[in-house]
């Protein structure tokens, strides 16, 4: 079960009201610290501009790959471990915008997590240590450590002890 609070809005569409729940500053920010992290050949630089201007948590060695797009309104709210690999084209939502609510929801990403290129990552969700997520894959539920996981929607294809056995 994914973990967000849930805000009800009145009148239109909650995204059509986008700028009565974040900052349009803070999402121009983000969104120029995000165009260039994208692009950005050097690990260790897109990991400062996601620590510095993000205020994203990026543990030691992780690599965000080309073209991964993190939350663009709620960036803060995400963590990733250290040694983990952040798949190419790969987007982190810490946030949902809904007919008649948004939601909001911690994205926690462990150490020596692999997730595979152009996978989606919905809020309030937690990735275990040293779990691995295949591409393509819509993570819509939490990854248990360890465990091999993929799909649309994902479902767990090994367990930790099952990868375990198949790693022997």
């Known amino acids: 079960m994914r973990k967000t609070e849930r805000h009800p809005v009145k009148g239109s569409n909650s995204l059509w009201q986008i700028y009565k729940t974040v900052s349009f500053l803070k999402v121009s920010k983000n969104t120029v610290v995000i165009l260039i992290a994208r692009y ?53 939502l810490a946030h949902e915008y809904l007919t008649n609510e948004y939601r909001l929801g911690e994205v926690k990403i462990g150490n020596d997590v692999m997730i595979g290129a152009n996978s989606t990552i919905l809020p309030g969700l937690s990735i275990g240590d040293g779990a691995v997520v295949s591409a393509g894959t819509l993570v819509h539920k939490d990854v248990p450590a360890g465990a091999f996981v993929g799909g649309n929607p ?10 375990e056995i198949r790693n022997k």
């Open 40 to 92: 950005m050949p050097f690990l260790s630089v897109k990991n400062w501009l996601y620590r510095t201007f993000l205020r994203m948590e990026v543990g030691k060695q992780t690599a965000f790959a080309f073209l991964v797009v993190p939350d663009i309104m709620y960036p803060e709210k995400i963590s990733v471990g250290s040694n983990t690999i952040i798949g190419y084209n790969t987007t982190i």
């Open 154 to 163: 994902m479902q767990v294809i090994y367990t930790k002890e099952e990868m």
